[in-house]
């Protein structure tokens, strides 16, 4: 495990060397990350700093978990296609992203949990390419007018976060989850 979370700006290559790293933490304000594809041992990522979608394409495709750090955005306006990539992700968290749409390819990631609070989301049809795999999603503060119809497919989900959205009420396709346990929607502003 390491973590260097000072604010760092730049991480030198040889970090790709420590070929047993499990866990991996780094910085507030990195701008650039070494190739990290032969770290396949890796399963946890947190990041922050302006890293963009070329970090997609420079990660191990091992990751099982991969998280925004705070309120440090990576400079992300979508989450890419190559997000396709990462058959093992179980967890995503990218809040406070200027994300506003989401790959088709995220659809096909067996996610559990993802968070994408306090992006740029709104009500972009990308909603369409959740993943069925989602027991917990978080879209706090995105923007949501309306319900997107997706929700009501992901039947596997226990906890659902749609607080401090534009939404009139609890939606209908929030109502029929059958395995939804735990709701945050306060704070609604329909």
Do not use: W
Request: charged letters at 25%; one cysteine or more.
């Amino acid at each position: 495990m390491l973590k260097a979370q000072a604010a760092l700006e730049e991480v030198s290559d040889a970090l790709a060397e420590l070929v047993h790293l499990r866990e991996l933490a780094l910085g507030s304000e990195l701008r650039s990350l070494p190739d990290l594809r032969g770290l396949a041992g890796l399963s946890t990522l947190q990041l922050a700093g302006r890293l963009g979608e070329p970090l997609f394409d420079r990660l191990p495709a091992s990751l099982a978990e991969l998280h925004g750090h705070g309120s440090h955005c990576m400079a992300l306006v979508r989450v890419p296609p190559a997000i396709g990539r990462f058959s093992r992700l179980r967890v995503l968290e990218l809040p406070f992203e200027p994300i506003t749409e989401l790959a088709a390819e995220l659809r096909e990631v067996p996610l559990e949990r993802l968070v994408l609070s306090s992006t740029r989301l709104a009500d972009t049809p990308t909603y369409a390419h959740l993943p069925g795999s989602l027991q917990v999603l978080e879209l706090a503060d995105v923007g949501m007018t309306r319900c997107p119809p997706r929700i009501a497919e992901l039947v596997e989900l226990r906890e659902l976060v749609l607080s401090a959205n534009r939404l009139s009420g609890i939606p209908e396709a929030v109502r029929s989850l059958p395995r939804l346990t735990k709701l945050r929607a306060g704070d609604m502003r329909g």
